[in-house]
């Protein structure tokens, strides 16, 4: 027993050496600076999945998101920062004793990240090794929101060309209800696209027309501050040569009477392929979406 016990002492005292005797080749990698908080954005808070990062000198260190650990809410998270091994001056593994930390915060919408104010201060905070307490990031972006919408055309070749490029008609309703809370004319480029900026942030059912198709309308979009939102509005059914978002007789009668040309308002009417001429495509194209309603109908 007095030979193990030796043995064992012999070991111990070993490992302490190897950890705390300054070595460059031994020396242990001190422990983490670890934080818990919250994070929000204009006095919000934040959605679960947020990013959260931890940035010395310009370099991100560590990353994590919020809510994704067992009792956290929806907007906290914990953050643990590497600390830099002193004896192996040669190579930054993390943060140094006095360094200053600093957060940023990236919501699964934001294209960037955002700088975050650290318990309302615009200062980081100290790295120390095994440092441990709470920290309330904060970040201000503008009120407002950017639509990123997507429409898809009938009777034309793939995109980009083009003839995906037609006048829209953008309709912001207060959610539920049939109330226009604003207004927006654009064009959609080559594939379809379009752009609605300083949207008022807020939740919102949004409704597209074209002049020669149905409306479609995608509703409960939630446009968060400083948030760009993809919104893809499906397929716009073609066929409403009178502009009356329901596809009938009087919209057969009118192809019919332009039928064969080539110029003017017949194709501002009638052309639904854009193509040039009223055709048979034309007349297609109307025939199976005949009887049918735009979605903003009657709104």
């Not at 980081?124 to 950017?146: I, K």
Request: glycine share 10%.
């Amino acid at each position: 027993m007095g030979k193990l016990r030796v043995l064992v002492v012999f070991f111990v005292a070993a490992a302490l050496l190897w950890c705390f005797v300054p070595n460059p080749v031994s020396a242990c990698q001190p422990g983490p600076c670890r934080w818990d908080g919250s994070a929000e954005v204009n006095g919000v808070g934040v959605p679960a999945g947020t990013a959260i990062s931890a940035w010395i000198n310009g370099v991100k260190w560590a990353e994590t998101t919020t809510g994704s650990m067992a009792g956290q809410e929806a907007s906290e998270f914990r953050i643990e920062v590497p600390a830099d091994n002193p004896y192996t001056s040669d190579v930054i593994e993390g943060g140094k004793t006095w360094d200053r930390v600093f957060f940023k915060i990236k919501r699964p919408y934001d294209a960037d990240w955002l700088a975050a104010r650290i318990n309302s201060e615009d200062s980081g905070v100290y790295f120390a090794e095994c440092w441990y307490f709470p920290v309330l990031l904060t970040a201000e972006v503008p009120a407002f929101a950017t639509v990123e919408g997507q429409v898809h055309l009938q009777g034309r070749p793939a995109p980009p060309d083009s003839s995906w490029e037609t006048p829209l008609t953008v309709k912001f309703f207060q959610t539920g209800t049939d109330n226009v809370v604003g207004t927006e004319d654009v064009t959609t480029d080559n594939e379809g696209k379009f752009t609605v900026a300083d949207v008022a942030s807020d939740t919102y059912d949004i409704g597209v027309k074209c002049p020669r198709s149905l409306s479609e309308l995608v509703s409960g979009v939630v446009l968060p501050a400083g948030a760009t939102i993809p919104v893809d509005f499906g397929t716009l059914r073609e066929g409403d040569a009178n502009n009356d978002d329901v596809i009938t007789g009087l919209d057969y009668a009118m192809l019919w009477s332009f039928f064969g040309q080539t110029a003017g308002e017949a194709l501002d009417k009638c052309d639904f392929n854009r193509d040039g001429a009223v055709t048979g495509m034309d007349y297609s194209l109307l025939w199976n979406n005949f009887d049918q309603i735009g979605d903003m109908y009657g709104m």
